[in-house]
């Protein structure tokens, strides 16, 4: 029985037998994965996971309790399980106090998303990066199969997810921490797309190969690229945009939410949906808009809110997740063209990657953080040689004000790597950022 | 005394592997990973929903023709079991003369025995009234001004029952309970806003029960809290200079995870981690004469702890667990490397090959990673010091990639002058390099300063995984930190 055949099985069981005022949601994580390791251009550790679990919330009135369950796949066994859970969550739910902040959806909207695509076996794709790799220090992962996602309630509301993807993340390295980061997959598996980035990577780690150069602490011109962007919203993607921190005043955003700060008008950023790659049904079986705005034109436009928030708060929900992170951020592209960016930097820092960023001091929108991989020093244009790493310290209002110079007309979709418990369906879509001034400290 | 369940479930599972062994495998091993977890939480007067976990499966790892191979499974049935050996069967014949190692020439435990760390007051044996009524109780302690506009209080406990079976008839079953309290407030004023909590990320974690909650002051220190982070919304921003340093453990956990513990994680130096965690500043050769930091320097290594946060009695790949001291008296001997690693490196390692549950296989982590106390108090360790700050509580941490350049920020800081504790300072943060900053070690407190600390939240690996640590710590000093408040 597939993952999606046996979770409506399972939700039809519990909505069977239900008592007067009782209620409950139904979620579905799983997945058939293949995780495949490299190093130093050899397999290190080849393996597969199937795995799937649901979380059951168990609803008495405004009284509820939750459990996340393991599932074997097999439907009696499973049936038997998630009917033990929900007895006990009925012997837990009668012990609470009601949840002033408990939102349900009373519209069920059903929907299904099933991608069938076709990827190759993992097997051949390792064996093919076997072969590119040949003669190369390339380390890395790649991640394939198939990933299952699925929401029903009492209401007799059924979301299914399921998306075949392949990713491949790795690292050409050209010697100590100087490496080029790449990364490629999506539903379909290419090949020769495969080769040809290989070979894109191999032309940068040329580069690398050149006497490092060291530069001391000060103020410089740099261009991120768009893996180098990711890492920087990455950050403010933990809580900059949740309704609840900034509720709470801590969102390092907090004096553009305030009013108090800006960025460039250039800035815009939006939880883009319906441009992203996971499921549209949040966790609490509300769909979720194509966009939400969060930045526009420089200036606060909106935050995440999920229907906790909303009964807490007293606004309308936007189909924000618990966590209240973006899934699917986006940023509006600009008028540099990629091409032109090494160019346009004239003398200053190329950044491919940046690392460990983190806040240090909310208040002030104070950030710091690591170059990292393929990082060059450019001049007039030029790449001259790779750069040790550097600390940087600035404030994002600065990063995304009066420092920035330019924004790629490009952008890259990059899908997370992410393998926590189970494989992500986030990504973010950025361009690159020419930046004025970016300060190093060590 | 263990569930009769519990004794059916280990007779079956072995019954069912040994059903499965193929005849063409080297060496065949199963572990069965059983994880139980339940969260309690009251927010601003609001009890949370509660919420609980059941994660159960099996890992199967095959050495054959040289390579190694794994399946991980939720399906434990007899033809689950078979279906996973043959896919890491297919995994260790792909792997065969393409691996980074030789399958044939790795070592095959075959441990035999058990090990458990039981709760002496088991946290879930209490009514759940009862378990949300104390948690309830901590977090209304927190509300004790209007200034406080958020705050929290949790408990998250976690029982683990573990399996390892091995196709040469090895059989090691583990159990253990961990408890993680934490309080946290948010306090607000004229556009300022400090975070004061127990113990940063979940830092006052250890195996045990409710007796946790106890050894932590969970009950009594909200107000403590609360009352720090008001003073911190009047105090000024931490004086930026050269100053020395003294870090109380809840800081030096960090900093010892950070700049001693991943630098020395073997399959970090080997350069496995370089696409995702990182490399390392240490080298093969620096081993048994590498200077890491100054005399006062004593690093163990020790799963053997008594209810520190990740003790075990064997590691995930059967190794048993042992004391060992990595850096004595400043000098680094040994690195954090389980079997494989040490097979590949040549060196001498320790038993920290874990996972972090059923669904990943075993790679080079922490465990407890411990810094041995000194001599002197830590009013000592005060009179000591003419011009610094002596910082508490982790809140943000950087550090690159070959772990050496760091810049730590920690809750609350207080100034040291002429010898004397003296004012709040709020937003202290410090920067410095792993390879010279243990160096400037000038002393260690005593027993009394220790506090055995650990966290949930160790993320490394592809795919990734997030295990839990420990760390136990006396207060220290540092001379001449690169110290620094925020902007005003």
Known sequence: MSWQDLFSHLADDLGDDLGSDEGFTLVLDAENSSFVRFNHGKIRQPGDVRQGAVTLRWILGRRHASARLSLSGLAESDRATLRAARDRLRGIVQELPEDPHLLLNTHPRSTRSIDEADLPPPERITAQICQAAEGLDLVGILATGTLHRAFANHLGQRNAFSSAAALFDWSLVAGGDKAVKLSYGGTHFSFDELRGRMAKGLEQLAALQREPHTIPPGRYRAYLAPAAVEELLGLLSWDAFSCRAQRAGSSPLGRLVAGKEHLDPRVHLLEDTAGGIGPDVQGDGFLKPDAVPLITNGRHAGCLISPRSAAEYGLEHNGADARESPASLSMAGGELDAEQALQALGTGVWISNLWYLNHSDRNAGRITGMTRFATFWVQEGQIVAPLSVMRFEDRIYDLLGEALEGITRQRDLIPSASTYEARSTDSVRVPGLLLRGLTFTL | ?488
């Open chain 2, 1 to 488: 005394m263990r569930p009769p369940w519990r004794c059916v479930l280990n007779a079956s599972l072995s019954a069912r592997f040994a059903a499965a062994l193929p005849s063409g495998s080297d060496y065949v091993t199963l572990r069965f990973v059983e994880e139980r977890a339940e969260i309690l939480t009251c927010r601003n007067g609001v009890v949370q929903p509660p919420s609980t976990s059941l994660d159960r499966g099996a890992m199967i790892t095959v050495y054959e023709a040289g390579g190694l191979g794994y399946a991980a499974t939720s399906d434990l049935s007899a033809s689950g079991i078979r279906q996973a050996i043959e896919r890491a069967r297919s995994w260790a014949r792909q792997g065969a003369g393409a691996m980074v190692f030789d399958s044939r020439e790795l070592p095959r435990p075959s441990p035999k025995g058990s090990w458990s760390a039981p709760a002496i007051e088991p946290w879930a044996t209490q009514p759940i009234s009862a378990r949300l009524d104390r948690v309830a109780r901590a977090e209304a302690a927190l509300r004790i001004d209007p200034r406080i506009v958020e705050s929290s209080a949790s408990v998250l406990a976690i029982d683990t029952h573990s399996l390892l079976l091995t196709s040469t008839g090895g059989e090691v079953e583990q159990r253990a309970s961990h408890l993680s309290p934490e309080l946290e407030v948010y306090a607000h004023q004229d556009g300022l806003t400090q975070r004061r909590t127990l113990g940063g990320l979940r830092g006052t974690s250890q195996q045990g029960g409710a007796e946790v909650l106890t050894r932590f002051g969970f009950d009594q220190g909200s107000q403590r809290i609360a009352l720090e982070a008001i003073a911190l919304l009047e105090a000024p921003e931490c004086p930026t200079d050269i100053l020395d340093v003294i870090l109380a453990p809840d800081q030096m956990m960090l900093q010892i995870h950070e700049s001693i513990g991943h630098p020395l994680e073997l399959d970090r130096i080997l350069g496995d981690e370089r696409n995702y965690a990182g490399t390392s500043f240490v080298t093969p050769e620096m081993f048994g004469t590498y200077r890491y930091g100054s005399e006062l320097l004593n690093i163990s290594f020790d799963p053997t702890h008594p209810n520190e946060y990740a003790s075990y009695g064997w590691d995930d790949d059967g190794a048993p667990a042992e004391r060992v001291l990595l850096i004595e008296r400043g000098i680094l001997k040994r690195p954090l490397g389980g079997h494989i690693s040490q097979h590949r490196s040549g060196l001498p390692g320790v038993a920290n090959s874990r996972a972090c549950a059923w669904n990943r296989p075993p790679i080079d982590r922490m465990a407890n990673l411990n810094l041995e106390p000194g001599s002197h108090s830590l009013q000592e360790l005060i009179r000591q010091v003419e011009r610094g700050v002596f910082l508490e509580t982790n809140a943000s941490w950087s550090i690159d990639d070959s772990r050496n350049k760091f810049q730590f920020s920690c809750e609350f800081g207080r100034e040291i002058v002429d010898g004397e504790l003296g004012r709040v300072v709020r937003n202290p943060s410090y920067r410095g390099i792993s390879a010279t900053f243990w160096r400037s070690l000038a002393g260690v407190g005593d027993r009394d300063t220790l506090q055995t600390l650990g966290t949930p939240y160790c993320g490394k690996g592809e795919p990734n995984q997030a295990v839990r640590v420990g760390h136990a710590s006396p207060a220290c000093l540092f001379r001449q930190v690169d110290v620094f408040g925020g902007a005003a």
